[in-house]
């Protein structure tokens, strides 16, 4: 019995083991990986900071120094919270500077703008990373990588003069600085017409800013305009906002834009720029959108190879501007939505609106396969390892992954322990001896059998 038993113990391991889920590929892949080429190359393709110091700021005031620096490449590590460090009270709806008497005011702190140099790694360790109410501004920078950090401008105090602009202190004065993005990176320091930038990698980030009053009261998330090139956004979550990702400023805005977008998780967008795309290039594969608004916007002289990606909830998922912009679409799946591409049209369902999308020639100039999912398994694996506190590196950082919860999906063992167990259980079995079998996965979470003997 004793050798029937450990037989079978081994069979339930080699199946644990054979059945195991082995996280996806994080690798860098599409556009951000690619060399490019004339003004647009970098050896290696988006390589960061490496090479340069490995810093670990501990203020607000370390970080900028790192980050603004434009002669030398950083691996910065961001191991905690970063504010501006200036409290003050804020009317959040609105913006407004106010003070603690003043009814509806919430403490917050002012905001600040980080102005990034090129070849800077920004990787977040652990899952604490998290830029609160400091804004990103990349300006004409290139080779820029940032992983693994959760962005907000919630509760920043701005002001509207025309376009709404954050509010800092600086040297005791307030002054305005700059759109309320999360990340904003564009090509214009000079002239939109000569500046440029390439090579981008954010992946593994979270952005959220919440409700407002207005919808103007935050910006984008992650907007990119001008002559922007070789960018791949993987692995991000996207939610709690009204405008997600800008592409263009306008329609004279239709710069050759390259841009992988895959395994991203947008999730109660109630708005749009999921993303909005004007000109460019886009390759928006593996996608998951959740309870959303309006979706991919595309717009003026935009060109799209869309695939595997599904959207749940969504009003308006995929929709043409008919303003010359172009897409190929398959393996899509529509969850629920009401306004989707006419070939995508269920018998019997009644939408109330169906869009013809024009074709397009554009497919992605890289090999990809060995990232490429099915649509039909997002919505488990894109919220399951997007967002921070996924991914393992060089520098110390966790997994921070649950098991799948409703699949028949494992983790790989890493350790099983027996357990002897006497008393009222053996009573409840008639006396017979029970051994349980624990078995330890790499995340902490067990799964327990009771065996008979």
């Not at 990034?116 to 604490?128: A, P, T, Y």
């Not at 956004?233 to 805005?253: E, T």
């Not at 398959?330 to 009644?350: E, H, L, S, W």
Request: with cysteine; proline share 4%.
């Amino acid at each position: 019995m004793q050798k029937t038993f450990l037989t079978s113990l081994l069979c339930m391991m080699c199946l644990c083991i054979a059945n195991a889920q082995q996280a996806p590929d994080f690798s860098m892949m599409g556009y951000a990986a690619m060399e490019g080429e004339g003004d647009f190359y970098n050896a290696g393709g988006t390589t960061g900071g490496q090479g340069g110091e490995v810093v670990t700021p501990n203020s607000f005031a370390e970080l900028k120094k790192y980050a603004e620096d434009l002669s030398k490449p950083y691996v910065i590590l961001i191991t905690k919270e970063f504010t501006s460090e200036q409290p003050c009270y804020v009317i959040t709806s609105t913006g407004a500077l106010a003070t603690k008497e003043t009814s509806g005011a919430t403490l917050s702190t002012y905001g600040e703008i980080l102005k990034l140099g090129s070849n800077k790694s920004i990787i977040g360790v652990g899952q604490d990373a998290f830029f609160n109410r400091i804004g990103i501004n990349v300006n004409t920078q290139s080779n820029i990588i940032i992983r693994n950090i959760k962005f907000t401008m919630n509760g920043v105090p701005a002001s509207k003069d025309n376009e709404m602009k954050v509010i800092a202190l600086r040297d005791g004065v307030e002054v305005l600085i700059g759109d309320p993005d999360c990340i904003g990176i564009q090509a214009d320091k000079t002239s939109a017409k000569v500046d440029f930038g390439h090579h981008f990698w954010i992946d593994h980030c979270e952005f959220y800013n919440g409700d407002a009053a207005f919808k103007d009261r935050y910006d984008g998330l992650l907007d990119m305009k001008n002559n922007i090139q070789f960018v791949t956004l993987s692995w991000n979550k996207f939610y709690n906002h009204d405008k997600a990702c800008l592409s263009g400023k306008g329609n004279s805005d239709a710069y050759p834009r390259t841009v992988t977008m895959h395994h991203n998780y947008f999730l109660n967008i109630q708005g749009s720029r999921l993303p909005l795309q004007r000109g460019g290039f886009y390759h928006y594969f593996n996608n998951y959108m959740n309870n959303c608004q309006d979706g991919y916007d595309l717009r003026a002289k935009a060109q799209a190879y869309i695939e595997g990606c599904y959207f749940k909830d969504t009003k308006a998922p995929v929709m043409p501007s008919d303003e010359g912009e172009g897409a190929t679409l398959t393996d899509m799946i529509f969850d629920n939505c009401r306004r989707i591409p006419a070939i995508y049209a269920q018998d019997g369902v009644k939408y109330d609106k169906l869009f013809d999308i024009p074709s397009s020639d554009y497919r992605p100039p890289y090999e990809y396969s060995a990232f490429l999912h099915e649509a039909k398994d997002i919505p488990t694996i894109v919220p399951t390892y997007s967002g921070v506190g996924k991914i393992e590196d060089e520098y110390g950082g966790t997994t921070g992954i649950s098991p799948l919860e409703n699949s028949n999906v494992q983790k790989e063992v890493m350790s099983t322990k027996y357990y002897s167990i006497t008393g009222a259980e053996l009573n409840e079995t008639q006396n017979r001896g029970i051994t349980i079998v624990k078995t330890i996965y790499t995340d902490g979470s067990f799964k327990a059998e009771k065996v008979l003997r």
